[in-house]
């Protein structure tokens, strides 16, 4: 079966760093895109980054170009997400999906991982 | 990258049908049929019930149903179940970007 498992979520003051990784089994990783998806305590659903099967194209949410960077090794079956220049405004939960057929629908997703940015 | 717009809450007593809109623009649903659904219960994560506007994956019940209309994509959710009681997300495909919308919480009542 398919799984996702995030990790490495915690607390961070501002202006710090944090990287957060994502697990895969049970599907040809190499074969798929991956996204992080993140959402706010008590707040909806905010698209974060996107990276392709092959690692070869990646794309942002304005909020986090040029802060944020995902990759992926084909090799462990895992993505990343270097988070840097942090704010309070990155905290919640951040959750890795599957990309899915044409128009990026996400259909498989991880638990989720809760990244708190605080003095 | 504006957020699509959802209707905060709706609701509907079990066995009726409920729609919920979501309004984009000519740069995401309006330009593309690859708006998705997804539904999200307290403390879960998100679950997939539609993709390119109106189709289901494996599983989810054909009460889902999904359209939509120039600028305005639509979630009804017919023969409503105390189990669909839930936030419900659209998003859409921006060109190589995804947009969500803001959610509505469905009630039943």
């Known amino acids: 079966q398919v799984q996702l498992v995030e990790s490495g979520g915690g607390v961070v003051q501002p202006g710090r760093s944090l990287r957060l990784s994502c697990a895969a089994s049970?599907?040809?990783?190499?074969?798929?895109?991956l996204h992080w998806v993140r959402q706010a305590p008590g707040k909806g659903l905010e698209w974060v980054a996107v990276?392709?099967?092959?690692?070869?194209?990646?794309y942002y949410a304005d909020s986090v170009k040029g802060r944020f960077t995902i990759s992926r090794d084909n090799s462990k079956n895992t993505m990343d997400l270097q988070m840097n220049s942090l704010r309070a405004e990155d905290t919640g939960v951040y959750y890795c999906?599957?990309?899915?057929?044409?128009?990026?629908?996400?259909?498989?997703w991880g638990q989720g991982t809760l990244v708190t940015v605080s003095s | 990258q504006s957020a699509l717009t959802q209707p905060p809450s709706a609701s509907g007593s079990p066995g009726q049908s409920v729609t919920i809109s979501c309004t984009g623009s000519?740069?995401?649903?309006?330009?593309?049929?690859?708006v998705s659904w997804y539904q999200q219960h307290p403390g879960k994560a998100p679950k997939l019930i539609i993709y390119?506007?109106?189709k289901r994956p494996s599983g989810v019940p054909d009460r889902f149903s999904g359209s939509k209309s120039g600028n305005t994509a639509s979630l009804t959710v017919s023969g409503l179940q105390a189990e669909d009681e839930a936030d419900y997300y659209c998003?859409?495909?921006?060109?190589?970007?995804?947009?969500f919308g803001g959610g509505t919480k469905l009630t039943v009542l």
């Open positions: 998003s859409s495909y921006a060109g190589n970007l995804v947009v």
């Open positions: 990276i392709r099967f092959d690692g070869t194209n990646e």
């Open positions: 049970g599907f040809i990783f190499s074969s798929y895109g």
């Open positions: 999906a599957r990309d899915a057929y044409s128009g990026h629908p996400m259909d498989y």
């Open positions: 000519s740069s995401d649903v309006g330009a593309y049929n690859y």
């Open positions: 390119e506007v109106s």
